[in-house]
């Protein structure tokens, strides 16, 4: 059984082909540019919607508190306004195990759970729905987070059931778990997808708050199984979009490309972008990337170049949509 997020089908760029990806409860990072807030933490809450809230007041009835958000009034939710209750982690007295009757109640979808628990069974039906799909265009199906290895056992249990046998499995990692969680899925997986975000192991424990050590060392351990890897960069500006740090991640990833069995097949430069910022405020959170502007496709192609001069020709710039000399949407998914 997994806890996650959400499922989302006709993903196609969490690996090769359309794909079905999966979005696992909790993560071992804590990205200030993160576009999966509500994966972050193992708990479920609730978070709300306020474009959706049309103050029914269903929420108040169904409370086990009986709390009105607006209490001067006494009377329903105002039209899109946060609930308190949910600005704290402490604060509600529903569970997961006792279910969300607000949520249950809210008539307009505003009120919902930020993750669920999923049977096996249950979700390799949910996968199986899109095989037609992934024989037609070479997809499969892809774990990601939040970090999927944090429930490794569970999850090697669902890659390694039959009916997925001869379909694409991947998993989406930032690498930051014990090697014991690797070696769980590794003999049911095809494809890992790698985020690494810097060499500099001071920088990556300021804007991730965590050091890099162990994640270098499993890319290091993972090249040597000859599993295929598709390595993920984030380019965060003021970050990691120096050209020392660029030139840093390039060169290591030089040197494990060219150990005896490495299957680095590609790697992606990723832009960064603030389509998650929507998901901040339904949580109540301030969102920490925002004074952030997506880099240029200039500064993104300078980065290509420098690493395809060090010989990297499988490097490659992704999500070009994002470019800050382009439009930016006000809200996306991941």
């Known amino acids: 059984m997994l806890k996650i997020t959400h499922i989302q089908r006709f993903s196609i760029h969490d690996g090769p082909g359309i794909r079905t990806t999966v979005f696992g409860k909790g993560c071992s990072l804590r990205c200030f540019w993160c576009h999966n807030p509500e994966a972050i933490e193992p708990g479920i809450r609730l978070w709300q ?50 279910g969300f009757p607000c ?91 790698y985020d690494v975000k810097c060499m500099d192991a001071a920088l990556h424990q300021e804007g991730t708050g965590a050091d890099n050590g162990l994640i270098q060392e499993n890319l290091e351990r993972l090249c040597h199984t000859g599993k295929s890897v598709w ?40 832009p960064f972008h603030r389509f998650g910022r929507e998901k901040y405020l339904r949580l109540g959170w301030e969102y920490p990337a925002g004074g952030l502007t997506p880099p240029s496709g200039e500064k993104m192609k300078e980065f290509l170049s420098l690493f395809q001069e060090m010989g990297l020709m499988v490097a490659e710039i992704g999500n070009q949509m994002v470019f800050s000399d382009e439009k930016e949407e006000e809200e996306g998914i991941s």
């Open 231 to 270: 390595i993920r960069i984030p380019v965060i500006p003021g970050w990691n979009d120096s050209g020392r740090e660029m030139e840093a991640i390039a060169h290591r990833l030089r040197q494990l490309s060219d150990l005896p069995k490495s299957g680095i097949e590609r790697i992606q430069l990723l």
């Open 49 to 98: 919607d306020k474009k959706q809230c049309i103050g029914c007041g269903n929420c108040k009835r169904n409370c086990p508190k009986g709390f009105s958000p607006v209490r001067r009034s006494g009377g329903a939710c105002e039209p899109g306004q946060l609930c308190p209750l949910l600005l704290r982690e402490d604060s509600c007295d529903c569970t997961t195990e006792g």
């Open 103 to 193: 949520a249950d109640a809210c008539s307009s979808g505003a009120l919902s759970p930020t993750g669920f628990w999923m049977e096996r069974d249950a979700m390799v039906g949910e996968l199986m729905r899109d095989v037609s799909h992934y024989r037609r265009t070479g997809g499969g199906v892809t774990f990601s987070g939040g970090e999927p290895l944090l429930q490794a056992q569970a999850l090697g249990e669902i890659m390694s059931c039959r009916e997925l046998a001869g379909i694409s499995r991947a998993v989406d990692t930032a690498g930051n778990v014990p090697w014991k969680n690797f070696s769980e899925v590794i003999p049911c997986t095809d494809l890992f997808l």
